[in-house]
């Protein structure tokens, strides 16, 4: 594993974000959901994330999540993704979500 300095951490904009409307993504090569995030004063982004073994759509509203929105937009087929998700694989490759568990102001940054 490579290591990093603190500078090259603080360049990674991780920040909070609330869930505000989950669409399907049926022409995503894996199971996914589109997501639109409001990251307070970055604005409301979307990104694709494959979540669809552990969680409805209905139960992701209103979650607060992690995101990269400094990375590069993605296209991903004609979608384009403005943040990554973050999050982790399980034992069975399932992705859990990086969510909050008190609230905080969308777009703080993680410290």
């Not at 991780?14 to 409001?38: C, M, N, Q, S």
């Not at 992705?95 to 703080?108: D, F, Q, S, Y």
């Given at each position: 594993?490579?290591?990093?300095?603190?500078?090259?951490?603080?360049?990674?904009?991780?920040?909070?974000?609330?869930?505000?409307?989950?669409?399907?993504?049926?022409?995503?090569?894996?199971?996914?959901y589109?997501?639109?995030?409001?990251?307070?004063?970055?604005?409301?982004?979307?990104?694709?994330?494959?979540?669809?073994?552990?969680?409805?759509?209905?139960?992701?509203?209103?979650?607060?999540?992690?995101?990269?929105?400094?990375?590069?937009?993605?296209?991903?087929?004609?979608?384009?993704?403005?943040?990554?998700v973050?999050?982790?694989?399980?034992?069975?490759?399932?992705i859990?979500?990086?969510?909050?568990?008190?609230?905080?102001?969308?777009?703080?940054?993680?410290?």
């Amino acid at each position: 594993m490579e290591e990093i300095n603190w500078d090259d951490f603080e360049k990674v904009q991780l920040r909070a974000g609330t869930i505000l409307e989950v669409l399907a993504f049926p022409e995503a090569r894996k199971p996914a959901y589109k997501l639109k995030v409001d990251f307070g004063e970055f604005g409301v982004k979307w990104s694709s994330a494959q979540i669809t073994t552990l969680y409805t759509a209905d139960e992701l509203i209103g979650e607060q999540v992690v995101g990269v929105i400094n990375f590069r937009k993605k296209q991903i087929g004609r979608f384009m993704s403005e943040f990554l998700v973050t999050g982790f694989e399980d034992e069975q490759g399932a992705i859990v979500l990086t969510t909050l568990k008190g609230r905080v102001p969308n777009g703080k940054k993680m410290c």
